[in-house]
């Protein structure tokens, strides 16, 4: 089982910038691949990005694309989302997770095809 820290979230304001990093133990990091997602209060977790094992393969939601974009370093066992333009709407608590089975299919971004999650890191956008 993987183990995933989230971390870098924190209080930025509208049209700021910020990068909330993942860090992942174990050996086989370089085969998952993984995801971004976030939850505000009172609302459902939604779907923010993906990323293929290689890093070769991307995907967003609509409502991050061209703001957002998902990154990996396989040798330094670690995820990155970098976001640009933030709006007081990103606001929520943002998680990685990892898809470790590999029984999803390009691309891979429903929550319950993800089965190691981190702690999460509120990321905060005010007006």
């Known amino acids: 089982q993987v183990q995933l820290v989230e971390s870098g979230g924190g209080l930025v304001q509208a049209g700021g910038s910020l990068r909330v990093s993942c860090a992942a133990s174990?050996?086989?990091?370089?085969?998952?691949?993984m995801g971004w997602f976030r939850q505000a209060p009172g609302k459902e977790r939604e779907f923010v990005a993906t990323i293929s094992w290689s890093g070769g393969m991307t995907s967003y939601a609509d409502s991050v694309k061209g703001r957002f974009a998902i990154s990996r370093d396989n040798a330094g066992n670690t995820v990155y989302l970098q976001m640009n333009s933030l709006k007081p709407e990103d606001t929520a608590v943002y998680y990685c997770?990892?898809?470790?089975?590999?029984?999803?299919?390009?691309?891979?971004?429903?929550?319950?095809?993800?089965?190691?999650w981190g702690q999460g890191t509120q990321v905060t956008v005010s007006s």
């Open positions: 174990g050996r086989s990091f370089s085969t998952y691949t």
């Open positions: 997770a990892a898809e470790t089975d590999y029984g999803g299919t390009w691309p891979v971004l429903r929550p319950q095809d993800f089965q190691s």
